[in-house]
């Protein structure tokens, strides 16, 4: 059976190893409640039970502090806590439970990111970003839908290209800038073509 090699304590944590090498850092307090001390001995699956309550309440600080700066998606808490090294079982349980609170909520996070972006880029660039942010593919096509009907996109992409290209005059060089400027902002191409040719002057 695995075997308790190290215990150091340190600001109310515990740096533990099993077998001689580094196993989980865990709360102090869950422990020393636990019998966690050097020469005892458990089971692979005590371990595993005693990792996630020892692990969860340093993660759910962890989690409140990155959730303070700004909204993230369950995803993203997700990837920030696995990146920490906190056991499988331990992130599932405290995102969990940060849902049950209403500290995360992908729907709300989504409607906040494309509220923010929605000036500045298309329904395919934001849908990217919402998918890289690790929001399910299904709600975040569903809050795009919402968000831009076809005439909100090509009124979007017509004050994008104003802000952007805000010179009289036209030609095809400019109409050419203006797409391809409008493609890289994630607006779809009949939206891009229509916008374009705004800039096309009349002799081309």
């Not at 102090?28 to 309440?57: D, H, K, M, N, Q």
Request: net charge negative.
């Amino acid at each position: 059976m695995p075997i308790i090699t190290g215990a150091h304590e340190r600001r109310g944590r515990i740096r533990v190893q099993v077998d001689g090498e580094f196993w989980a850092e865990l709360d102090a307090g869950v422990a020393t409640e636990r019998g966690l001390r050097e020469g005892a001995t458990f089971s692979v699956e005590e371990l595993a039970e005693v990792r996630i309550a020892g692990e969860r309440p340093l993660a759910m600080n962890k989690a409140l502090n990155i959730l303070g700066y700004r909204a993230r998606s369950r995803g993203e808490i997700n990837e920030r806590l696995h990146r920490v090294g906190y056991a499988e079982g331990t992130v599932d349980v405290v995102v969990e439970r940060l849902e049950e609170m209403g500290y995360i909520d992908d729907e709300g996070f989504a409607r906040e990111l494309v509220r923010a972006e929605a000036r500045k880029y298309g329904p395919r660039r934001i849908y990217g970003d919402l998918r890289r942010a690790g929001v399910d593919e299904e709600i975040a096509r569903e809050i795009i839908e919402e968000a831009f009907t076809e005439g909100s996109e090509s009124e979007a992409a017509r004050e994008a290209a104003r802000r952007r290209y805000n010179t009289g005059g036209g030609s095809g060089a400019q109409a050419r800038r203006v797409h391809g400027f409008l493609m890289r902002r994630g607006y779809s191409a009949d939206i891009c073509a229509e916008v374009a040719r705004d800039y096309r002057g009349e002799a081309d």
